[in-house]
Every structure is written in structure tokens, then in C-alpha cells.
């Protein structure tokens, strides 16, 4: 438990703790302007900050603080990939995430469930086989097992053969999580904060201006600002900032949906996903479950939300989850998720000097958000892209180095 927490506990009295510094003004120029403060964009300035001490850094957000998809998602923390390049990044998030709480003294309400996804078919049965090699291979808990194995785990689920696709096994990844996604946002902010970073919300970077292939600032529509280097974080946004810059993005913009109804008594303990019922499961502390599938099936800029999402969600839920007839749904949302065409992010350098980009971030993206927060504080500070992000260069499209990743589907978030 984290100490801080803990004393706050045991103390007789409960001042309300002032979250953030209040905001400042907007300065002309920065060393680092971050866009986009989302998780990912608020990690960096956090580890810019700490870890290397700069902290004249402006983190600008067009709306408010993290009410992008950081707010949106279904916070599905879980490192069994399968790519080699894939499982050693997730699995390193995985390491920052656990220690998280500790770190910002708040708890984030990291939650291990273990998490199933589904084999309903021979085909998904051998891929969760070599899933499970790979994960083994590189050290991460993760196994194929059998309906009674599953049965032992999580009894309410149905398993009976009489449904259109049986489920014939999983890949079981025990480690598999959950957390509360607007509370890693806020941790890493107010640590910036702390260490002087300036959040500023409702500040939309319309422009960005380069001088030979340099980045010189940004133009906003709050001004223009002068800095030595930008990192673009702007999850659903990617190619339209992107093309302010110049770059022409591998990434199509597509709606993600999601649901929540209304809370139950706890029945679930797992993460479940089913790629072939295009449906996913948890239940929150709250008793809700947090249920969602696959992308709308084309590319739009849009959070409107659907009625035919919802339809055929529920209908496969109820192939798994039977009993749930009668509950109703109490919310529904949507988010804009940048696909790329082999399933990996896009990180580190560009063509533009002193740009960076942290992007591609697909339906996955949450999971990855101390990861890409160190590494992308390392990349702006040193200038050089660490190894373990190296695969995800922008450049891999260009020499035919893609790193197909099948263990990031759109419904295995
Ligand atoms: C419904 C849904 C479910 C998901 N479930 C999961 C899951 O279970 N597990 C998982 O790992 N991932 C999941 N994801 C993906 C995950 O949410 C994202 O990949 C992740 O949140 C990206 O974080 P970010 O900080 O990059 O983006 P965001 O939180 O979107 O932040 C980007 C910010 O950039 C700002 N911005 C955009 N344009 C500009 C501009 N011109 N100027 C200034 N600011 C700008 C936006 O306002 C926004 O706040 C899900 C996504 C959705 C939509």
C-alpha cells in the first residue's frame, strides 16, 4: 500500500489536497511543447521532468485535461502479445504500472483479474498456443487451457456446446488488469505539475511551424509559441496534427465503441475477450461491466455513438453471459482510435528535426502509457530513440520492416 495513502488513512484530520497548481499564463516560448494531454502526452512531461529535470515544457490540450481516449477507454492492462517486439514493451509497461500508485502517492486502482481471450475455433486454438510459447518464451505468464480450466476460473461463463460457437479453450494470461484510467492521468499531471511542467487545457495547436526541416513552435489559438522541440501525443488526432507538420501518417482514423451497464453484485472476476463474438468484459469496483468489440467498420471522425453497436455487443454477450437478459445498459460512448496497418504503434523520430511522434495507438494504447511516457521523455531528451521502441520507427513503413501484430486485434484491446 502506498505509504502517503496510508498516513492519510490513519490521520484524524482530511484537509482536501489541491490537486494541480493553479494554471499559469501562457508563455511564448518553451524548450519542449507537448500536444496533446492525454496519458501519454502528460507521462512525458512527467518523466521529462524527473527523470531529466526539464521542466520548461507546455503540455497543450484542445479540450480538457485527459477527455480524449484516455477517458474513454475500457482499461484492459495485459502484456500477451505476439510479436517479441510487442511482449517486452507491454510487459515493461506492466512493471511501471504496478509500482504507480506508489510512485504518485494515489491510488489508481490497479486491479489484477487474470484474462481470458476465448478460442471458439481450431484456427484461434493453434494461434493461442504460440501466443502462449512466445509469452513463455520471454517470460510472461500466459497458457493455453480447456473449458474445465475455465470452468474452475470463472463459473458463470457459458460453456455449453448448444451456442453458435462453442468456446474450445483460452489463452490464460493471469497477470491480465485493469485501472482507473482518469486517475493515471491525473498521477502523471499533477507529478508534472509539481515539477513545474505547465498543463494548459482548451489550447488547440492549429500550426506547426518548421524552419530547414527544424520545428520551430507551434500556432495555437491562443498564439503562437517558440520551442526547440515538440512531441505530438494526440491519440485520434494523429494525421490531421501530422499533416500540419508535413508528415503523411500510415493511419486510419475509425470509432471505437463502448458500454457500461448498471452495476451488479460481483460475478466476474476475469478480463474476458472473445475475438470471434466481437465482444469484451469486466466488471469495475463499481459492479459495472465495462463491455465493448470491435472498430465501426469504416474510418471517421466521429464520437457519436450507435444503436447497431450496442445491438450486436449485447446479443454475443448474452451467448456468453446468458443471464444477463434483464440488465440494462447505462451508458455509451465512443472514441477515434488511429489504426495502423500492422497493429504497432508509431514512435520516435520523424523526417522533421526535434519532432517526435507517439502515435497509432489503435484500440491498445492505454496499457502502454508509463511506457510510452518513459520512452518518449528519453527519445525528446537524448534526441535518440531507445531500443525498445526502435521497431515502431515511422520509417519501418518505408523499408518493409512492419511488425505485424496479431495480439493487438481490435477486440483483444
Ligand atoms: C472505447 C475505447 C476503448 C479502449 N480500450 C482500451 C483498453 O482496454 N486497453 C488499452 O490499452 N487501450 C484501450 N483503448 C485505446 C486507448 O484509449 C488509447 O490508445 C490511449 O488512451 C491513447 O492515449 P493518448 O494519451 O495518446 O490519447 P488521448 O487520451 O486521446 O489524448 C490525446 C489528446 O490530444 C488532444 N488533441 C488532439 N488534437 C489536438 C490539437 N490539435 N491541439 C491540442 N490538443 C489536441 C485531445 O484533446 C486529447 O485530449 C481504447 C480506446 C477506446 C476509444
Not at 480524449?68 to 517486439?85: C, V
Not at 460481483?266 to 469495475?284: A, E, K, N, R, W
Amino acid at each position: 500500500m502506498p505509504l502517503g495513502l496510508l498516513k492519510y488513512g490513519l490521520s484524524s484530520k482530511y484537509p482536501a489536497r489541491r490537486h494541480f497548481p493553479p494554471a499559469k499564463d501562457l508563455k511564448r516560448s518553451y524548450d519542449v511543447v507537448i500536444i496533446g494531454g492525454g496519458g501519454h502526452g502528460l507521462a512525458a512531461a512527467y518523466y521529462l521532468a524527473r527523470d531529466y529535470g526539464i521542466t520548461n515544457v507546455a503540455v497543450l490540450d484542445k479540450g480538457y485535461l485527459a477527455g480524449g481516449n484516455t477517458a474513454r477507454n475500457t482499461a484492459i492492462i495485459r502484456s500477451n502479445y505476439l510479436t517479441p517486439e510487442g511482449v517486452r514493451f507491454y510487459e515493461e509497461s506492466m512493471r511501471l504500472y504496478r509500482e504507480l500508485s506508489e510512485e504518485f502517492s494515489y491510488n489508481i486502482l490497479y486491479s489484477v483479474r487474470g484474462h481470458f481471450t476465448l478460442a471458439h475455433t481450431d484456427a484461434a486454438m493453434r494461434t493461442s498456443r504460440w501466443r502462449a510459447e512466445v509469452n513463455k518464451h520471454l517470460g510472461v505468464d500466459s497458457e493455453l487451457i480447456y473449458p474445465d480450466d475455465i470452468r474452475k476460473l470463472c463459473p458463470s461463463m457459458n460453456l455449453s456446446d448448444d451456442v453458435r460457437y462453442p468456446i474450445l479453450g483460452a489463452l490464460y494470461h493471469p497477470p491480465g488488469a485493469i485501472a482507473r484510467h482518469d486517475a493515471v492521468a491525473w498521477g502523471y499531471a499533477a507529478g508534472a505539475a509539481r515539477r513545474g511542467v505547465e498543463i494548459h487545457q482548451m489550447t488547440e495547436v492549429t500550426g506547426i511551424l518548421t524552419e530547414n526541416g527544424r520545428v520551430k513552435g507551434v500556432e495555437t489559438n491562443r498564439g503562437t509559441i517558440h520551442c526547440n522541440k515538440v512531441l505530438q501525443a494526440v491519440a485520434g488526432s494523429s494525421s490531421l496534427v501530422g499533416k500540419m507538420a508535413g508528415l503523411r501518417l500510415p493511419i486510419r482514423t475509425i470509432p471505437l465503441q463502448a458500454c457500461v451497464s448498471v452495476p451488479l453484485k460481483p460475478f466476474l472476476d476475469q478480463i474476458v475477450v472473445s475475438g470471434s463474438l466481437h465482444v469484451y468484459v469486466s466488471q469495475s469496483s463499481r459492479g459495472e461491466l465495462v463491455m465493448g468489440g470491435s472498430t465501426d467498420p469504416y474510418a471517421l471522425y466521429s464520437t457519436r455513438s450507435t444503436l447497431d453497436f450496442k445491438e450486436s455487443l449485447l446479443g454475443h454477450m448474452l451467448e456468453l453471459f446468458p443471464f444477463l437478459g434483464e440488465v440494462s445498459v447505462l451508458r455509451q460512448w465512443a472514441g477515434m482510435t488511429d489504426m495502423t496497418p500492422d497493429f504497432s504503434p508509431v514512435m520516435g523520430l520523424t523526417p522533421i528535426e526535434n519532432y517526435y511522434i507517439d502515435s497509432g495507438w489503435g484500440t491498445w494504447g492505454f496499457k502502454a502509457t508509463p511506457i510510452c511516457g518513459r520512452t518518449m521523455a528519453d527519445t525528446v531528451a537524448t534526441g535518440v530513440a531507445p531500443k525498445l521502441i526502435e521497431p515502431f520507427r515511422l520509417s519501418r513503413f518505408d523499408e518493409f520492416a512492419q511488425v505485424g501484430e496479431k495480439g493487438a486485434a481490435s477486440v483483444g484491446h
